[in-house]
């Protein structure tokens, strides 16, 4: 079982950066898939990137091209960078690892308490 612990959010003006993490310990890092997700206020927790062991990424659209994730597994930490953040990006962020269609479908018993990221003027 990995442990997870995600850090880095803040507030940020719109057009901004943000540089999360995701330390994991525990299990063994390299093999797991790794997701970030985000949940705004009343609505659901949705999938916004993932990156596979060897380095494989896929973005949800909306931030695809702003987003970049990445993973050191020597470190076994993830990292979301954000740029050019948008108001609607404003959510709670959360890591998680496991299979990669445990990742793509989201299905976890248990989540980090996450990291609040605020984009407001």
């Known amino acids: 079982q990995v442990q997870l612990v995600e850090s880095g959010g803040g507030l940020v003006q719109p057009g901004g950066s943000l540089r999360l993490s995701c330390a994991a310990s525990?299990?063994?890092?390299?093999?797991?898939?790794m997701g970030w997700y985000r949940q705004a206020p009343g609505k659901q927790r949705e999938l916004v990137a993932t990156?596979?062991?060897?380095?494989?990424?896929t973005y949800r659209d909306s931030v695809k091209g702003r987003f970049t994730t990445s993973r050191s597994n020597a470190r076994s930490t993830a990292y979301l960078q954000m740029n050019s953040l948008k108001p609607e990006d404003t959510a709670v962020y959360y890591c998680?690892?496991?299979?990669?269609?445990?990742?793509?479908?989201?299905?976890?018993?248990?989540w980090g308490q996450g990291t609040q990221v605020t984009v407001s003027s």
């Open positions: 998680n690892a496991g299979t990669w269609s445990a990742v793509l479908a989201g299905t976890f018993d248990s």
């Open positions: 525990g299990s063994i890092f390299g093999t797991n898939a």
């Open positions: 990156i596979t062991p060897g380095g494989f990424t």
